[in-house]
């Protein structure tokens, strides 16, 4: 599977943007599908993912309620709508396919196939 990540840009904060993760080679409808950033200097942190097994979206708290993960299935992508956006989601934003246990989709270890990052940078 091949992931290519999209829709990153510079916002001011409070504004919204919404990434796109297209898939080719394979279907998402078998892999969780999760998003991750990355900030300078920090490691891949957990955002988003949707889990294959039970069809629920997770989310970490720093986001909860502001951003929202989705599966378009006719386009075969995966989008995360990001609302209210701060300064502090400044980050190279990923998206990762894999087949993680419910409890683990948090863990960017666990994703078999990445996108190459799209940088999303929130001006104060």
């Known amino acids: 599977v091949q992931l290519q990540a999209s829709g990153g840009g510079l916002v001011q904060a409070g504004g919204s943007l919404r990434l796109s993760c297209a898939a080719s080679g394979r279907t998402f409808s078998s892999y969780t599908v999760g998003w991750f950033r990355q900030a300078p200097g920090k490691e891949r942190e957990f955002i988003a993912a949707?889990?294959?097994?039970?069809?629920?979206?997770y989310y970490d708290d720093s986001v909860k309620g502001r951003f929202t993960i989705s599966r378009d299935n006719a386009k075969n992508t995966v989008n995360l709508q990001m609302n209210s956006l701060k300064p502090e989601d400044t980050a190279v934003y990923y998206c990762g396919a894999g087949r993680p246990i419910i409890s683990s989709v948090s863990n960017p270890q666990l994703y078999y196939y990445w996108g190459q990052g799209t940088q999303v940078t929130v001006s104060s």
């Open positions: 949707s889990a294959i097994q039970n069809m629920r979206t």
